[in-house]
């Protein structure tokens, strides 16, 4: 028996008024956030200087602001994606993201990081928001996405869960950005002729087909939104 319920039971309209100060308090202090991130307060459609909600096999981990690996600086302009190998055969999108967040100690005196991680299985994990900038594409760290990519072994070549899931990350940022695959997709080997994705600068046809494939799968999501 559960005596004196009724009793402790609150009045209903004490409860929907909390529930409505409870609610504006939290869309108040998401818009403050939201402001202070340099966002509009709303999901958008591309414009650089949003949070955008990412796609669900995206998670965020960001690292800390540091001035090594994520200086906060603004992103004002995002013209294009630079695709990177991590240069570390078998290690993880996970390893690698900590790598980045161990640079903020200063220790190495490093500066290096990426927008997205892409792992072994296919996994990303973003590590500096798509409203600043990462170290990682050089004299292209302030106008774009960079996106790394683990490997199996030495030669760079991506695994295909690892090359599929670059594709389709790649496909959603030229969407959302209106960028031209063809055109606004780059390697690091284009900003400043470092190997880098190392397979794909040794392969040219590897990289075309790499590019048509992303081509193929930004069409398919215009098609399906
Ligand atoms: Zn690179």
């Known amino acids: 028996m559960r005596r004196g319920y009724r009793k402790r039971r609150l009045n209903p309209r004490f409860v929907i008024l909390c529930a409505t100060l409870a609610s504006l308090t939290l869309a ?12 509009r307060g709303l999901p958008g459609e591309g414009s650089p200087g949003e949070e955008l909600p990412v796609p669900d096999y995206v998670e965020k981990d960001y690292l800390t602001v540091n001035e090594w690996s994520r200086p906060g600086e603004a992103l004002e302009d995002i013209d294009g994606v630079v695709i990177h190998y991590v240069g570390n055969p078998g290690t993880t999108a996970r390893a ?16 290096a990081s990426s927008h997205f991680v892409v792992g072994l299985e296919g996994e990303v994990i973003q590590c500096v928001p798509l409203t600043e900038i990462a170290y990682a594409s050089n004299s292209r760290n302030e106008d774009t996405v960079s ?5 199996p072994d030495e030669g760079g070549e991506f695994a295909p869960a690892s090359y599929d899931r670059c594709v389709e990350l790649t496909a959603w940022l030229c969407r959302e950005f209106r960028l031209k695959p063809e055109r606004d997709v780059i390697r690091h080997y284009d900003v400043t002729g470092k190997l880098c ?28 939104s």
Not at 147 to 151: A, D, F, L, P
């Open 28 to 39: 108040v202090a998401g818009v403050g956030l939201s402001r202070l991130m340099g966002g």
């Open 96 to 111: 690698n993201r900590n790598y980045f967040e161990s640079l903020s100690l200063g220790g190495p005196g490093i500066y």
């Open 147 to 151: 996106i790394e990519v683990c490997h």
């Open 197 to 224: 994705p190392l397979y794909y600068v040794e392969n040219e046809e590897a990289w075309e087909g790499f590019l048509a494939d992303v081509a193929a799968a930004k069409a398919a999501l215009e098609k399906n």
